[in-house]
């Protein structure tokens, strides 16, 4: 199975500075190289982290010159491998490299919390920094001398993933273990949002009316009213629909609720579904932000 591992550092502006390629066979350099930004000149930010300077690129080529090299060696390969690799597809693609959509994507980030992270009690989506995840499965990787060169970035993400395919000890071809890997870790994802999904809803009563909060692991500590939701964020948003009528002349977020809307509010339950939840979130979320920001303006 012919995998490459790549890396990318970039400008504040999300520009390629630096692409190593290598293959996962023989840790072999498939391509490497720096590059001259379009358009940023100076990218503080991220020159502090990878330490790239508007002076080592000003006579590296052009992503436009390289691109024919990139996309050959991209489009011979099975899979690619990376860390936290979906923020280095979108450079490539935001380079106008083209990257097919039938190529395997191997995230290692995503088996290093499968098969280590989940042990030590790391939660879905907060998996440390590469340098982290290598001192946890045993290997020396310097924060400040080695870590953010794209080319030892590479390297290191190679090791973990052998050592997590080793940890994964399916006795399999590399590529069965990878599609096994594939199936527990959607499976585990989707229990995980699942289990993220379901929390409480509670009323506090205030002064000027009731306050409504969405809690994952346990009611409001002073809450009035609770109710265990499957589809929390999806309740929050239709509660907050069924009460908006009651909201507050000086602040929307404060209900002014009456004995029926109390009684809605005790009796509501719903069913969880992922797409629904998913959507909801974001609705909610967005909402807050607005209704904060209305509630500042005049105030």
Known sequence: MNLICLDIEATDNGEMLELSIINRADCSTAYHSYFRPLTARTWPNSQAVHHISPEMVKNAPSIKKERPAIESIIGKADGIVGFAVDNDIRYLQGSNIA?????????VRDWFWYYKGRHLDIEFGCVPRLAKCA?????????????????????????????????????????????????????????????????????????KGYLLKN??????????????????????????????????????????????????????????????????????????KAKSGLNLLFH
Do not use: C, W
């Not at 794209?150 to 399999?172: C, H, P, R, S, Y």
């Not at 948003?237 to 009528?245: L, V």
């Open 99 to 107: 990257v097919s959509d039938d190529i395997r994507i191997i995230d």
């Open 135 to 207: 001192e946890l499965l045993g290997f020396e990787f310097s924060e400040e001398s080695e870590a953010h060169s794209a080319a030892n970035d590479t390297l290191m993400t190679i090791k973990l993933f052998d050592a997590l395919v080793a940890e994964a000890n399916t006795g399999l071809p590399l590529e069965d273990t990878i599609r096994e890997f594939e199936i527990l870790f959607d499976e585990e994802r989707r229990l995980y949002a699942e289990r993220m999904a379901r929390g409480f809803i509670s009323l506090i009563r205030t002064q």
């Open 215 to 288: 809690n994952h692991q346990q009611p409001a500590s002073d809450a009035e009213f609770s109710i265990e939701v499957p589809g929390r964020f999806q309740a929050e948003h239709d509660i907050r629909e069924k009460f908006r009528k009651r909201e507050t002349a000086t602040d929307s977020r404060i209900y002014d609720l009456r004995k029926s809307d109390i009684e809605f509010f005790k009796s509501y339950t719903n069913s969880y579904d992922p797409d629904k939840e998913e959507f909801y979130r974001h609705l909610v979320k967005a909402k807050k």
